[in-house]
């Protein structure tokens, strides 16, 4: 059993090591749904929801598949859990926000290959969280990529404005943006373990 | 640059490589492009692990084509590669654990890699066995090119070495940021800018070739 304390997971998961710029995962959307604030700090509620279910599950199935033994089954077990979970955030998008459903357009269907969502269900098992820790890993990495998300969007409303030499743009002045963020991110190295 | 005279076998195989290469042209994958490619040694290995998870899958799918329903299909392919991405995951444990430790979870984590999806989605649902082995064959080799050169200007700049072996003289300072989080993004966005200056000159050298 894992003893850190939950606020310390929370913070670790939210900051220190924020999941989209020190553990590179779910560059996919970071990258793809991050031209305006509103749609990015929806895109980042989505994530953070299907996080949340996704988490909870993979607990629950990791203790299942020890009992009856077949810990090799985890991947696939997990993927089609994360897949469901998405299919139901979908339909519930388009009925409630159809105009939300159209400005995230193919990257809802894609969280399912969102590896932060996989990711987030790995780690957790791998630390042996117990499942309260686990909640709070799963909402701090959903406040952590909902952040970079939302900081990214940000500085790219303003980038559309600034006279940008044409062969750095598009996805290479994207990538010099996020080295830069990622690097002021760690200055919050100080503040947890690991 | 589509030669209409090519085979069109090398053609599946060559577009992957370069005019449709899946880092650097389609941005795919990019999450374990940049977190595995801080050094060269590992930036091939994932490489090769995930072309070998693709050719699988591509594989599979295109011999499944017609038996699996258009409305399962992605959890359909999702299953199928996650299986083969299981068995990676168990072979390389097996092979050598220093390496399944330095990779972690991003072999896990092909299963997450929205190139093999799509590359299912798009090409081995449509074409027949033997053009989605080249497809994927293709894609695979372009993919690992693309991890080898962040991986070993990574290690190169960051360490001072390659594959392990010290390459700079002693007094080379190595630039640390090379090896954290950040240099990943800004490795892959000069190459991004390198190779689009190229391409540009070599829009400008055709079109000055074509008005003589």
Same mark, same amino acid.
Request: charged letters at 5%; glycine letters at 8%.
């Given at each position: 059993m894992n003893e850190q304390p939950i606020w310390s997971i929370f913070v670790n998961a939210a900051l220190?090591?924020?999941?989209?710029?020190?553990?590179?995962?779910?560059i996919c959307p970071f990258l793809g749904? =991050?031209?305006k604030v509103a749609t990015a700090a929806r895109m980042g509620g989505a994530v953070m929801f299907v996080m949340l279910v996704s988490s909870v599950c993979a607990f629950g199935i990791h203790h299942v598949l020890l009992a009856i033994g077949t810990p090799f089954l985890e991947l696939i077990a997990f993927i089609t859990v994360i897949a469901s979970t998405v299919q139901l955030v979908e339909m519930i998008i388009r009925k409630f926000s159809p105009a939300l459903f159209r400005a995230l357009g193919i990257f809802l269907p894609l969280i399912t290959t969102n590896c932060a969502i996989l990711g987030l269900a790995l780690f957790q098992t791998n630390r042996e969280y117990d499942f309260v820790q686990c909640l709070a890993y799963a909402l701090g990495a959903g406040v952590g990529f909902t952040l970079a998300l939302v900081l990214m969007a940000g500085i790219r409303e303003k980038l559309t404005l600034a006279p940008v030499p044409d062969v750095v743009e598009g996805t290479a002045s994207a990538l010099l943006v996020a080295g830069i963020l990622s690097l002021t991110f760690m200055g919050f190295a100080g503040l947890g373990a690991q | 640059m589509t030669n209409p005279e090519t085979p069109s076998s090398t053609n599946e195989f060559m577009k992957g490589l370069w005019r449709e290469n899946p880092v650097f042209v389609q941005v795919l994958g990019m999450c374990p492009v940049l977190a595995v490619s801080n050094t060269a040694m590992n930036a091939l290995a994932m490489g090769l692990a995930t072309a070998f998870v693709l050719l699988m899958s591509n594989l599979l799918v295109s011999l499944l084509r017609d038996f699996?329903?258009?409305?399962?299909r992605i959890a359909s392919y999702i299953l199928i590669i996650a299986t083969f991405v299981t068995l990676t995951d168990y072979a390389i444990e097996a092979i050598s654990l220093d390496l399944h430790k330095a990779l972690g979870a991003f072999i896990s984590l092909i299963v997450a890699n929205c190139l093999i999806l799509g590359r299912a989605e798009a090409f081995a649902s449509k074409n027949g066995v033997g053009n989605a082995a080249l497809d994927a064959l293709g894609m695979g080799a372009g993919f690992t090119l693309a991890l080898f050169c962040l991986g070993a200007v990574r290690e190169l700049l960051g360490?001072? =070495?390659?594959f392990g072996f010290a390459v700079l003289p002693g007094g080379f300072e190595p630039w640390i940021v090379m090896i954290l989080p950040s240099g990943g993004f800004f490795t892959l966005a000069f190459w991004l800018i390198a190779i689009r200056i190229f391409e540009r000159r070599r829009e400008r050298r055709q079109t000055a070739e074509a008005l003589q």
């Open positions: 220190v090591n924020n999941f989209v710029l020190a553990y590179f995962l779910g749904v =991050s031209q | 699996i329903p258009r409305q399962v360490a001072g =070495s390659l």
